[in-house]
């Protein structure tokens, strides 16, 4: 018998996410190659990247130009550190880059390798910050029911999923939880029913919960709230009118930081170059990632105000934080080439003129008896998935296994769309295709969705 690179990836790749069992016996998929908003696997097959990999390839796949990019920064500086004072020009060139599309006073700008480290960053450079300025008790941060801000320890303390956080426990201390801000589920997040009668009072009431906690913890021990522009996790939940401009002035009360965790909001997914300027607030500190250089090289950034960065400039005070490769040359390059694209092809304004478009054809599923809730922003959706269209009743632990990972996740798959299906919360499909994307891709999830929660809705 041959000895594949399929069983090879099962006896020594340690796949994220991943029930390694699942691959005892059958190989996982290969994905060898990607074109546009398309990727193929080892036998040829092609797919609709629905997710954009994972909320990344923003300038879609394929880009010559992006690959040319590593290539020249790789012959002329390959490495070189950010640590004890030194730079070099692809990181300087990219931080005046990113401060000139950053909203406000957001200038100083931290690189990282990724997301979850970008937010680790922000909760130090939070905590820091006030021992700087004379407030030390000041530490604990704030965040949403259901959201994800990333895997290391911090960062995961951040995170409102018991389930992600369960197996590592105990956390980091002085991480708390408010409820989100999932509209469709009003009623049961906040136990008033009026509340689901009205967006703007529900948002009022989410918001209030931020100051509700800060008063609880005492607003000398609050150092931030972390919140995503629209919450990733439990399908792409938007922020109701009002919300955002009422969780700056509970913060600038209780001189608490606004952090705006824009891993996958951030570089136009929300049809703007950061998502705190879709919805028109203004953050302390912005954590951005993925989309940067649309996936073809990592690296992460915490994007801080002059404001907080100013303690850190006297005299010899210093941010004892970093990482090998934060701002590495290569990625910095690429990051300068994938911004390029954007101004070069409009990208945030491409999503802005399509974007309606693209909510129009994923409503239409709306009249499966599967769909509850079509929600989200710019090119990024998500489909909730009920088990009863009139009550709203969703899955239990068993269904929603059985639908999502013993179902959907593969039909979907076979049926040519790679996208997610998660039980974050309630049951989602989640849709996050290339920012290049057109009504034909449109169409064409729309098709595929339709064939596959048609099925799933006969399964139950």
Known sequence: MTYTQADSAYDHLWMHFTRMSSYRDTPPPMIVRGDGAYIYDSQGKRYLDGLSGLFVVQAGHGREELAEAAAKQARELAFFPLWGGYSHPAAVELAERLAGYAPGDLNKVFFTTGGGEAVETAWKAAKQYFKLTGKPRKYKVISRAV???????????????????????????????????????????????????DEATFGRWAADQVEQAILMEGPDTVAAVFVEPVQNSGGCITPPPGYFERLREICDTYDVLLVSDEVICAFGRLGTMFGAQRYGYQPDIITCAKGMTSGYSPIGAAILSDR??????????????????????????????????FEREGLTQHVLDNQAAFRATLEKLRDLPIVGDVRGDGYFYGIELVKDKATKETFDEEESERLLRGFMSGALFEAGLYCRADDRGDPVVQLSPPLICEQEHFDEIESVLRDVLTRAGKLL
């Open 147 to 197: 959201a994800y801000h990333g895997t290391p320890h911090g960062a995961l303390s951040i995170t409102g999923i018991p389930e992600a956080k369960m197996d590592f426990e105990p956390l980091v201390p002085g991480a708390h939880k408010v409820p989100n801000t999932n509209f469709y589920r009003a009623a049961e997040i906040s136990g008033v029913p009026s509340l689901a009668e």
């Open 308 to 341: 907080i960065a100013a303690p850190f400039y006297e005299g010899t005070n210093m941010f004892g934080h970093g990482y090998t490769f934060g701002g590495h040359p290569v990625s910095a390059s690429v990051a300068l080439a994938n911004l390029d694209i």
